[in-house]
């Protein structure tokens, strides 16, 4: 697919990985839409790039069933959708300390699963609805991760990021016949705020861990993203892109 002049609508992407989809894609002559949580942020974009955006909770069907009505009948329906938003809420599965049982809490569980899995899967639902009702020829990116494999005091991330590798693969085979490809990048470490919060004494131990010794760039993972959209041979495959690390 050529890039220029396609609709591409970004969730999570008013700050991080997702605002450098939207100002690198912006950058190569694409229409980029942000969706995000805070409207400081957007605010902030369409100031410094002129790039322009919307309050959008993705785990709330109704809003995100709107949207993409409201967006297609304003701009057109749109031609790729990168599903960026996600959140981390770490914690042990079960830990004992002293005679204190400590467990994983549902809502630390639930609410990574309602924006990492769910909020995905609104929002490729109703990107896809769009694309096919307007027959489009579309790409969908799904942000999976190196953590999908199953990572330490990860239970719920990783299993969000599981479920979003798996749904790449149905999508893109039920959505071929409408010419409408679907991929998904799984990023290693990366220097986004996320990966920020982390202690910095676990992030060296984690770049030592890392074959190129280093953790990986916003950039990086972006030149990904080019990728799949203009390869039109790319479907239904999780691209790795992780610096060879292996968890």
Not at 156 to 171: E, L, Q, R
Request: net charge neutral.
């Amino acid at each position: 697919m050529e890039i220029t002049g396609k609709r591409i609508i970004i969730t999570g992407g008013a700050r991080g990985m997702g605002r450098q989809f939207a100002v690198d894609m912006q950058k190569i002559g694409a229409k980029p839409y942000v969706l995000d949580v805070l409207q400081e942020n957007i605010d902030e974009l369409e100031k410094e790039m002129g790039i322009s955006g919307k309050v959008v909770d993705v785990t709330d069907e109704s809003q995100v069933v709107s949207f993409f009505k409201e967006y297609t009948d304003k701009n057109g329906p749109p031609d790729v959708l990168i599903n960026n938003a996600g959140i981390t809420a770490d914690g042990l599965f079960v830990r004992k300390k002293g005679e204190e049982m400590k467990k994983l809490s549902m809502s630390a569980w639930q609410k990574v699963i309602d924006v990492n899995l769910t909020g995905v899967f609104l929002c490729g639902r109703e990107a896809a609805a769009q694309m096919v009702d307007h027959e489009v020829k579309g790409v969908i990116i799904n942000i999976s991760s190196i953590s999908r494999a199953g990572n330490f005091g990860q239970t719920n991330y990783s299993a969000s990021k599981a479920g979003v590798a798996a749904m790449t693969v149905s999508w893109a085979k039920e959505l071929a016949r409408n010419n409408i490809r679907v991929g998904a990048i799984a990023p290693g470490y990366i220097n986004t705020e996320m990966v920020a919060k982390i202690d910095s004494s676990v992030i060296d131990k984690i770049t030592a861990q890392i074959p190129v010794g280093r953790l990986g760039e916003m950039s990086e993972i972006s030149q990904a993203v080019r990728f799949i959209i203009e390869c039109d041979f790319f479907n239904g495959r999780v691209m790795e892109v992780d610096g060879g690390h292996r968890i």
